[in-house]
């Protein structure tokens, strides 16, 4: 069986996350989108939301399951019997990152790193960008699923007070 991890932050999941998602789904048996758990960086959205939202965006893919992993990529690949990374790239800025980091994954362990360039539509987007964006009243409801936007924005109220 072919098994590939999407891994991420996914604070909060956009329609780019969910692209690179689906194009992995078609290429592997099984696909695991892994939250990400680091309790020292200020999240908008707790771990078990992350998991609650992608689980939620994920649904309509039979082959794909959400989990989370803390500290090393590579050690939760090992003991899960992953053999791929799937990273999603936007620009050549990314690529610089994620080369080395792919390459110190491979370092550690025997797994691959694969780069699925971005559809050109979501080229420009990032989790951080969409809460930028919506904090200071930006419409993003094209950038997110319907219900990831509903709980953004009354996070952003929430936080407001």
Known sequence: MRRAVCPGSFDP????HI???ARAASLFDEVVVAVGVNSSKNRMFSA???IAMLTEACADFDNVRVDHFKGLLTD???ANGIHAIVKGLRAVSDFDYEL???QM???LTDVETVFVPTSPEYSFLASSLVKEVATFGGD???LVPDFVHSRLTAR???QRG
Do not use: F, P
């Open 13 to 16: 999941v956009t329609n780019g």
């Open 76 to 78: 939760y690949c090992s």
């Open 19 to 21: 692209d690179i998602v």
């Open 156 to 158: 952003i109220a929430e």
């Open 48 to 50: 078990e939301e992350r």
């Open 140 to 142: 993003v409801s094209s």
């Open 105 to 107: 994954n491979s370092s």
């Open 100 to 102: 080395q980091m792919a």
